[in-house]
Every structure is written in C-alpha cells, then in structure tokens.
C-alpha cells in the first residue's frame, strides 16, 4: 500500500524555497539557469478571462496540478496558464498503481484528483500564495510590479450534472472564486518572521473560469445543463472538452492505426457510441454560444481529452486506459479544425494533445488559447523542457521577424488583418503535414527508455537524476555523501566472550561503499506511485520503490508498513520488514545509540560496539543489525547536512 500522498503546509514550503535558493540558487531542484525570467525578447503575451499573463503555455490538468510544488515548478518553467486537476464530487478514489506509463506515448489510469475536495483547494490556495511570495521576494530578479507574474488558475472539473451541482461541489467553486477565508487561514499560519508577508494584498479570486471534463459518456443534454448552470448559476466562464470520440470510429482508426501505424492499439466502440458526436456537439454549442452571450460569460472548447482505448500494450493493468501523446495530437488537431469549420473561425478553442517543443510553435500559430501539455513533461527534464519551448518560439520569431504573438500569427498566416481568419488558415495547413509527419509515427514513437542489468540499490546507483526530473511532484531528491567505504566490524553473540560470559564480538567486516558523492531518496508524502520514475529509470528496481523512503510527518511514517524513515533533529526512526529501529546522534558525546528489537546498542563514531543492554535471551546465531544502523547513520549524517531540497523539507518541524 503506497504511503498517502499529502501535502505540506505554506510555512514548510516559504523556508525550504527560501533556504533552497539562497544556498544553491534552486527551486524544488529546478535549477536557475532553466527558470523562465523574462530573457526572451519573443514577446507571447495574452489576455485570458481577464488576466493579462506573460505566455499563452501551462500545464494541463494532471499530475502537473495537484500540489503546491507542482504548480511553482510549472510557473518557474514559464507557464502562466494553470489547469488545475479535476475534481469531483467523489473525492476517496483508489487510483491503481502504478498508473502512468510514459515509455513513448503515454497511457494513463488516473483521470480524477487523489486529494479530498478540501485539500485540493488547500493545495491550489498555497500554490496562489507561493507564487505572490516568489513575487514579492523577487527571486527570478524581475520587479514584482510586472505583469511578468500574473498567472490564470483555470479549474477543471467533472463529470455529471448531479455530482457538479451538489452543495459539495457547488460550495468548492464557490471557494475558488472567492478564496478569502482559505487564504486566511492559511496566512494566519505564518510565523512571526513572515509577519511582512501578510501586508501584501492577494487576490481572493483564485479562478474564474472552469474546464469541463465531459468523460465517461455523458450524454449532450446533461453536458449543456451543466454548462448552463457553471455559466448561469455560478458565474463561471466556461471552456468545454471534447472527447477524441468527436471524429468517430472510423476517422480515428484511419488515423491511428492507418496513418501513424498505432494498430497494436485496440479502440473502444463503446466509447465511440457513449461519447457526444460532432453534429451533437456543434448543435450543443451554438445554442450555448448565444446563452453564454446573454449572461456575458466566455464559452469555448477545449480539445481534447485523451483518448479511451484497450489496455495489453502497456505496463499498466487495466483493461481500459487513456491515450496521449504524439498520436492525439494529429487526432485532437483534426477534431480542432473540423470543429472550428462548423463553429467558425473566431469559436474560441484551447488544446492538449502531444505538445512538445518541436510542435509548439505550429499550434500557437493556430491562435490557441490556453496551449496546455501534460505527457512531454513527463519526459527526461521534467518541468525544465518548457525552456526548449521558449528558446523555439524565439529562434522562429527572430527568423520570421515578429516582436509578438499576434504578429506571427498573422505573418504566419499571410493574412495582415483578422488573426482570427489567420489562425485559421494556419490550422488548416498545419494538418495537411501532420498524417506525414514521421514524428508521429509508431515507428518513431517505439523505442523504450535504455534499461541497464544492473538492479537498483538502497545506495548507490547511476546518480543520474533523471528520477528527480520525471517526478511531477519532486518527490525524489539528492543529498551528499562522502564518497568513500563506510565500514565496521560485524558483530555476532557469544555466551563464552567477555567478563560476564556473554557478549557480541567483532566477526569479520561489513562494508558499505559509495563512491558517487551523493545519494537519492525519495518524500512519501508527495509521491503517489505513478511509477514515472521507474519508467525512465535505467537501472532495474524503481527508485520509488527501492530508494529511502523518508516522511516529512511522523503520524504518516508511523501508520506505513513497508520500509521508511522519519528523521527528527538528531535523531532517526526506521523501519526494515516490518521491525522499528531507531539511531540516536549524542554529538556532546560522539556515540550513537541504536535501539532494536534485540536491545540497545551504543557505538563510539567509528562504529565500534562499546556496550549492549539486551531485551531478552539472546542466541549464538544471533547477529547485531550492523546494515540496518549503518544506512540509518549515512542516512542521518547527510540529511542534516544538506541545505539543498529534500533534506531542507525534511529537516523543519512537521505540518499541516
């Protein structure tokens, strides 16, 4: 059973942000030199639902956005635009695990929040306030009085008129548009050296504006009542998603298995006969179009969802899964364009379907808004590949000899008056080279991450940090080591040793060499088992499973069965199948005191056994745990001396 994924409270964040920066000029591990700053003379500035943001880009709804760090890490990276993760009225899922597999394409199992409704609002109002601390501190060295960092959290939300019009779910929504009283207490929470920060004035309006997810058949007249009653009774802006669905059967078998050659890839003609069709959809649209108008509310559609296909190709189990990635986006990009040809060219649409930095520019020219991408981050760099995308979108603009957005759009599109019309004719064109377009393919998008022979280790592995990057909850982090064999004598009992008859007595050595420098591990609470890190992994084992496992709370460490730490001042509690061990630093002293289910034992600094206090009748065969208080100690040693992430979290009390 996974630890319970959680998050931490605003203060545990503000201190390890700021201790994190001031020593390695670092975020969350995301490193300053592939921050977003403003560096790039591409100027993508655009209005959404009111809030004039610096990029058009953000993460989709997802693994992305569900906790404080996620969304700082997608802000660093430059997104601006936020789709928040779905929830819904059933809030206690069991997601199965693992439940992302992103080897090439990308299927997935989890299609809702893991969180409660009430910390999911907890998490988006921490992640509202970090990113106006980040502000007021400066630390991306641009003055907080720029529009540089206004940002849009966009909601998403599903899946039935039922669920979404409960006094639950319509309390949550509610919350989001005004958050006065979560911001309050969280703010209420900051200790005195924050004093400062509760004079800044935040916004209460956490969002204005909800995507709705129309998943799992949902019929067309319960899709429009729900839309009516997010515009009519909540005042919320709406953008609708489409399901891939929306082309039919037959189109998107052509497409994938035809065209790009996915035809190990079985589809669902359940899904395809449950799901809305494009007539249904168009003529849902336009009656919506002229309500949304009389209740002066934004209404657009968003594509696409991911696609509902049969499981058998994955490392997941599930016998229905859900398709991202390169395929999608010529699927999602065909259902956009056809949508837009019954619509017309100025229906306002958003999309999220296999952006990565090689296509970005393309679909912005489609006059897109918000880009959102989900599956590429992912990939080997996490949160840091969004920088490929801005140094993309600059060396097009530079080429193309346009200041701004809207400048290449229109360039793009050779029409010098109506972006709308341009962005238009830049879809269509785009498509045409799409279906060709080897990137897409199967035979491009086959190859599996490298895996080594080699199994992955408690300690010692490549060090390569990739499990680090691909986290999208910066679950797994590094702390330093010094490299070098970490070794003591291997104590066995001996009722004929010693003046009372009875004793442990040094046999031979035990030996643990490190030569790396540094070591990984991984915080419970934010890791959900997705298995990500796994994935990308070259060495055999999963670091999620087989790395450190170390909580930040100890009522959490305490109620996990499996192995895992907690680390407290100078002290460490671990548990190794099962049985608790617990290692005591007496610095004064220089002794380490181990407590196990044996006795006690008291080591002097070079691991030598000075005495040994027994619980209980002890036998020949009987071994001291030399191996378990030796990782516990190179444990203990380099967490409280590391200022860098992870161990700066892990190092602070404890909270909420």
Not at 60 to 68: W, Y
Not at 274 to 281: G, M, R, V
Not at 317 to 344: N, T, W
Not at 452 to 473: A, G, R, W
């Amino acid at each position: 059973m996974p630890a319970e994924l959680q998050g931490i409270s605003l203060t545990h964040h503000l201190d390890s942000i700021l201790e994190e920066f001031k020593s390695s000029q670092t975020i969350y591990d995301f490193p300053y030199s592939k921050m977003y700053r403003g560096q790039f003379c591409a100027d993508l500035t655009v209005n959404f639902h009111g809030t004039q943001v610096a990029t058009p880009l953000g993460p989709a709804a997802g693994p992305h956005t569900q906790l404080a760090q996620n969304i700082v890490m997608a802000f660093l990276g430059g997104s601006r635009i936020f789709e928040l993760k779905t929830v819904q009225i059933l809030d206690q899922l069991q997601i199965p695990r693992p439940c992302i597999d992103a080897r090439n394409v990308c299927y997935n199992v989890e299609w809702s929040q893991e969180l409660s409704l009430q910390d999911s609002a907890r998490e988006y109002v921490k992640a509202w306030l970090l990113l106006h601390f980040i502000r007021e501190f400066e630390l991306l060295g641009v003055e907080k009085t720029s529009d540089f960092y206004n940002v849009h959290f966009d909601l998403s939300a599903g899946y039935d008129l039922k669920g979404l019009s409960s006094p639950k779910m319509t309390h949550w929504l509610r919350q989001m548009q005004n958050a006065g009283e979560l911001i309050e207490e969280q703010m209420s929470q900051l200790p005195p050296r924050y004093q400062h920060l509760k004079k800044i004035k935040i916004p209460t309006t956490l969002s204005n504006s909800v995507t709705l997810s129309t998943f799992h058949g949902c019929p067309g007249g319960e899709i429009e009542k729900i839309v009516e009653y997010l515009m009519g009774e909540l005042g919320l802006h709406v953008i609708v998603k489409m399901n891939p669905t929306l082309l039919g059967l037959e189109r998107v078998t052509r497409i994938l298995h035809h065209d790009l050659g996915y035809t190990h890839i079985p589809l669902m003609p359940k899904a395809f006969e449950n799901d809305l069709n494009f007539e249904q959809a168009v003529s849902m649209m336009k009656r919506l179009q002229s309500k949304a108008k009389a209740w002066k509310r934004f209404l657009g559609a968003k594509f696409t969802n991911t696609l509902v296909v049969g499981g058998d190709h994955s490392k997941l189990s599930e016998q229905e899964q859900y398709l991202s990635g390169p395929p999608l986006h010529v699927i999602a990009m065909e259902a956009l364009h056809k949508f837009r040809e019954s619509m017309g060219a100025d229906f306002p649409v958003s999309f999220s379907a296999g952006i990565e930095a090689a296509n970005i520019v393309d679909t912005l020219a489609c006059n897109i808004l918000p880009v959102t991408v989900c599956t590429d981050l992912l990939k080997n760099g996490g949160y840091t590949r969004l920088s490929k995308y801005f140094k993309n979108i600059e060396e097009t603009f530079a080429q193309m000899e346009v200041a701004n957005l809207y400048q290449y759009i229109l360039k793009k599109g050779k029409i010098s008056t109506s972006i709308v019309e341009a962005g238009f004719a830049n879809t269509r064109e785009y498509l045409k080279t799409l279906a060709n377009n080897p990137r897409y393919h199967f035979e491009k998008n086959k190859r599996l991450p490298r895996k080594t022979e080699k199994k992955l280790d408690f300690f010692e592995c490549l060090t390569c940090n990739i499990c680090m990057e691909v986290c999208p909850n910066a679950s797994n982090f590094l702390f330093p080591v010094a490299p070098q064999e970490y070794s003591m004598p291997d104590y066995h009992w001996s009722e004929w040793s010693g003046p009372s008859g009875q004793q442990f007595v040094a046999d031979g050595k035990y030996s643990i060499v490190l030569d790396k420098g540094a070591e990984i591990a991984n915080l419970a609470e934010f890791c959900n088992e997705c298995s990500n890190c796994d994935t990308f992994c070259p060495e055999t084992g999963g670091p999620y499973l087989v790395k450190p496992k170390l909580f930040l709370q100890k009522n959490n460490y305490e109620k996990y069965l499996g192995q895992g730490f907690f680390l407290e001042k100078n002290v460490i509690f671990g548990k190794f199948d099962g049985v608790e061990y617990v290692l005591k630093h007496n610095a004064e002293k220089t002794q380490y005191e181990f407590l196990t289910d044996m006795g006690t034992f008291l080591f002097d600094c070079q691991n030598t056994l000075l005495s040994f206090v027994a619980k209980g009748p002890r036998h020949p065969e009987d071994r001291a745990p030399v191996d378990k208080y030796l990782k516990m100690k190179i444990l203990l040693e380099g967490l409280t001396k590391s200022s860098r992430y992870g161990a700066t979290l892990l190092q602070r009390d404890s909270g909420g």
